[in-house]
């Protein structure tokens, strides 16, 4: 039985599989033609301190995504200062390598520092102040990287469960229109640039509603979006076939392309897994909810295979309108789903 030691590698046998490849082939060029094939990339695979994963990533995958070094609290921890060194190893990986090089994220209620909405002396800031902030962010993020970064997700998970507006600072301090103005800035910055609105769980009925109000919405207010990120923090059972399908057809319906962004498939027995893909609630995992730690029985190996035949067999059927998929980490071991974030 063989036992696949990462994502890239069990998914390189469906595509193998799928596509009636050969064995040998690799996932860019099984999926070439159709879409481009990514993974989530970390700071040290981009400096080549783990020179196995940096290898595995340049043979495999034709497109980057970074993990964390492009997120506000990396790049920009301080209201004066950028921190720009991870970022630009990651970019220059990526055109080393002749990749498509995306850039993640620049508006999200996560992961972001909490002077970005409190003036100095940490009282809340107004509309124009923060919409300020957001401007210059956005130019400063975007415009360094004009013309090498080819697609940016502009807004992160602005979504409630039902569909509704996070209530974020974002939304509580600028408004309903903080989205579209994220687009506006983005634009701005490079106007060449792929833009995206990346969210989980949009398989959902009702917050597959929300999305695609939200879509209808920006884009009759002129938005230059692309795309929609379907994150894909997926298990053995969710989302089905039918609901994948329902959301990849929702969005092709509006005219934008769709990508699965954040790809991963969690084979833990429902009792044991997240049920969200927020990352706070990561902090709850603990050491003995893994009744796998020892390895993964052949039989839930199986099952996993087939649970991506299953997703690449829909991604395959939409090609025309799937630009990319992206695996969320190169390796299980570098899994958020291991708490490493
Ligand atoms: C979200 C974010 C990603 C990553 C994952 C898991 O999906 O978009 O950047 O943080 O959570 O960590």
Redesign the pocket.
Known sequence: MIRFRSFAAAAAAVAALSLGARAQTTLKDAYHGFFRIGAAVNTRQCAGQDAAGAALVAAQFNTISPENDLKWERIHPQPDAYNFGPADQYVQFGEKNHMFIVG??LVWHSQVPRWVFQDDQAKPLDRDALLKRMHDHIMTVVGRYKGRIGGWDVV??ALNEDGTPRRSPWLQIIGDDYIQKAFEYAHEADPQAELYY?D?NLENDAKLKGAVELVRKLKAAGAHITAVGL?G?DNLEWPTVAQQEAAILAFKALGVKVSIS?LDVDVLPAANRQPT?D?SATAVAAANSNPYAAGLPDSVQQALAKRYAELFGVFLKYHDVMSRVTF?GVTDGDS?KNDL?
């Open positions: 993640h994220n992160n998970e990346n989980y994150q923090h954040e893909a990352v969320w958020w974030n």
